[in-house]
């Protein structure tokens, strides 16, 4: 629609960013870095290749936000995680929550989210394990997680190579599998918010030899 100039088009943008944002913040907001990246790749594509043009918009972003935090002497975006985490893990442990995974508490500092994104991302693309499994519905979330690895190994076998636009969706995944995992300490949480992702890992099976999209 967009390509098109229609204004149904602009109208379905619209109502789509106003929808998600009132909805589901957090699927906007993780969106939001990747937009000056895509649109210096699309202004100089022969220049800039995705990751280079990726790198150069998350290092202008990254300083651009470190000046703001120094000179506002507060920063919003770990303060958020912190609480939203902390929060989240004292109402799992008060509630006694069935499927809570271990998560390490994050401390005030940037430097206490790097040490735990490998964890982050074990809790939200491998867990659970089929000998970690107590209840019949985790059998679904252990399918999800196998679906999402056939489709990683896909997109090296095929996309990467043929089609490196596939590039901007896998990074906005694994982004999006971050903030849930250094957020989320339940398995059922994780299973809920996840759910934005899955158009974007159908839409890239699709795209493989093979699949219903040929």
């Known amino acids: ?88 893990i004292n109402l799992s442990q008060a509630e006694s929550a069935g499927s809570l995974i271990p998560l390490e508490r994050l401390e005030p500092n940037w430097a206490s989210v790097i040490r735990t994104c490998p964890q982050a991302l074990y809790n939200a693309t491998l867990r659970p394990l089929p000998w970690q499994i107590k209840q019949p519905g985790a059998w679904l979330m252990l399918l999800e997680n196998l679906f999402l690895l056939w489709v990683a190994f896909l997109s090296i076998k095929h996309g990467v190579k043929h089609q490196k636009q596939q590039l901007w969706a896998w990074l906005y995944i694994v982004a999006m599998l971050l903030l849930l995992g250094l957020s989320t300490p339940v398995l059922g949480g994780l299973f809920r918010y996840k759910v934005p992702i899955w158009p974007l890992v159908w839409g890239l099976f699709l795209t493989f030899p093979g699949t219903a999209a040929r």
């Open 1 to 88: 629609f967009l390509s098109k100039k229609s204004w149904l088009g602009i109208l379905g943008l619209v109502a789509g960013v106003a929808l998600i944002w009132k909805t589901k913040f957090y699927v906007m907001a993780t969106a939001m870095p990747f937009i000056p990246a895509m649109a210096l790749n699309r202004l100089f594509p022969k220049k800039l290749k995705i990751w280079q043009a990726a790198t150069l918009s998350f290092l202008v972003l990254g300083i651009a936000y470190a000046a703001y935090v120094h000179q506002r002497g507060k920063d919003p975006l770990l303060t958020s995680l912190v609480i939203k985490q902390r929060d989240f």
